[in-house]
């Protein structure tokens, strides 16, 4: 009889183990899925219990020089900053790693993974470094007006001040220039070169008409090294009198196009093009140069209060990701899969699937911010406050 009480409790006992464990379960998945679909939720257990939220004053800092000019970016995971033609290179500690004199005073530059592209703005002086090298550097006939570099080290370059309306000229990643493209009739505003390096695209305008015309060319890099006469593969021309103002590869050779009222898509291989979004004034800032996304961000008031709502475009799949926060916003920075949008005062940095990553709250104006792979830095007056990732 002792026996049959006993295992009448051992069953009991681990019936209600199970009970337990299947609660357990339960609640873990309930909050999984709060936390996947619920952005609120997600954001307060980001700030909350993963501790994600930094102030001002409490991160690790780069000392600036104030009252001299001192030009600060990023990219991979280091910060620069250029003054009176030192560029030094600072680490995710503060550390200064490495410095490297340019002859430049009036920077223009792009970055893109582990490479940075800088030259003198309307002179004539480039550099391409990667980590603590440059790895190449270079004297353009001409001035420069725009760089762009791709996620390989391909470097393209408008040139202004010559005899034609644009120039562009290619190099690959160890600075051998691959051909010149010359505009006599049109000028350039943007270029980039494919992730695979097989195109370059040349957004132009056409001001001599009645009506500014808007054209993407793309060029086969292969063809132009050794037949530059015939190496236009695809012309796009915009006949809805838009403005073209900036482009951008995605995956799978899709270049996203940016006007002053809309974003279309061209797919280079089946010579297509389809207009994304229409903004007109639906949203006060936009960016197309998120790995195979765009950003839409837009001031929303509703009585006394005011929201800042950003849509995040997936151009694979066409899905739409949201994030929503009270405030105003006053600038948005991109870089790669990371967006930071700045309200003044406080800085949501969220991921390209619009899941907050990090918030920084500041005392002071937040003057500037500038964004690479695993750092950020918020520029200051007198100092550049560090923020990992």
Same mark, same amino acid.
């Given at each position: 009889m002792s026996v049959l009480k006993f295992s009448n409790y051992n069953f009991k006992n681990n019936k209600n183990k199970y009970y337990i464990i299947a609660i357990i379960i339960i609640?873990?998945?309930i909050l999984c899925l709060l936390y996947c679909f619920n952005s609120n939720f997600r954001n307060f257990i980001t700030i909350y219990v993963f501790k994600k939220q930094v102030y001002q004053d409490n991160l690790t800092t780069i000392s600036?020089?104030?009252?001299?000019?001192?030009?600060?970016?990023?990219?991979?995971?280091?910060?620069?900053?250029?003054?009176?033609n030192n560029l030094s290179t600072y680490n995710s500690s503060g550390n200064l790693v490495f410095e490297n004199e340019v002859n430049i005073s009036s920077p223009i530059y792009s970055s893109n993974n582990r490479f940075l592209a800088i030259g003198e703005k309307n002179g004539n002086q480039v550099y391409l470094i990667s980590g603590s090298n440059i790895i190449w550097q270079g004297t353009i006939d001409?001035?420069?007006?725009?760089?762009?570099?791709?996620?390989?080290?391909?470097?393209?370059i408008i040139i202004s001040g010559t005899s034609y309306h644009s120039i562009v000229v290619s190099y690959d990643a160890k600075g051998k220039e691959l051909f010149k493209t010359y505009l006599s009739n049109t000028t350039a505003v943007d270029t980039d070169i494919s992730n695979d390096n097989k195109y370059l695209s040349i957004a132009e305008i056409d001001y001599s008409g009645s009506l500014i015309k808007s054209m993407?060319?793309?060029?086969?890099?292969?063809?132009?090294?050794?037949?530059?006469?015939?190496?236009v593969i695809y012309t796009y021309t915009d006949e809805k009198n838009n403005l073209i103002i900036d482009i951008k590869y995605q995956n799978k050779n899709?270049?996203?196009?940016?006007?002053?009222?809309?974003?279309?898509?061209?797919n280079i291989s089946q010579e297509e093009n389809?207009?994304?979004?229409?903004?007109?004034?639906?949203c006060n800032f936009c960016d197309i140069n998120l790995k195979n996304h765009f950003v839409t961000a837009a001031n929303i008031?509703?009585?006394f209060s005011s929201k800042i709502s950003i849509d995040?475009?997936?151009?694979?799949?066409?899905?739409? !990701?949201? =994030?929503?926060? *009270?405030?105003? @916003?006053? !600038?948005? =920075?991109?870089? *790669?899969?990371? @967006?930071?949008?700045?309200?003044?005062?406080?800085?949501?940095f969220i991921g390209s699937n619009g899941w907050l990553i990090k918030k920084y709250s500041s005392s002071n104006q937040i003057n500037s911010i500038t964004l690479g792979d695993n750092i950020a830095g918020v520029v200051y007056k007198d100092k550049v406050e560090i923020i990992q990732f």
């Open positions: 609640i873990v998945l600036l020089n104030e009252g001299e000019s001192s030009f600060v970016y990023s990219y991979d995971k280091y910060i620069t900053v250029l003054n009176k001409g001035e420069i007006s725009k760089i762009n570099v791709n996620n390989n080290g391909y470097v393209s993407i060319k793309t060029i086969s890099i292969e063809k132009a090294i050794s037949d530059p006469t015939n190496s899709l270049l996203s196009c940016m006007y002053n009222n809309s974003i279309d898509l061209l389809s207009t994304l979004i229409n903004f007109e004034n639906s008031s509703s009585g995040i475009y997936n151009t694979q799949n066409d899905s739409v !990701s949201n =994030y929503t926060f *009270n405030g105003t @916003i006053k !600038s948005l =920075y991109v870089y *790669n899969e990371k @967006i930071a949008i700045n309200t003044g005062s406080e800085i949501h």
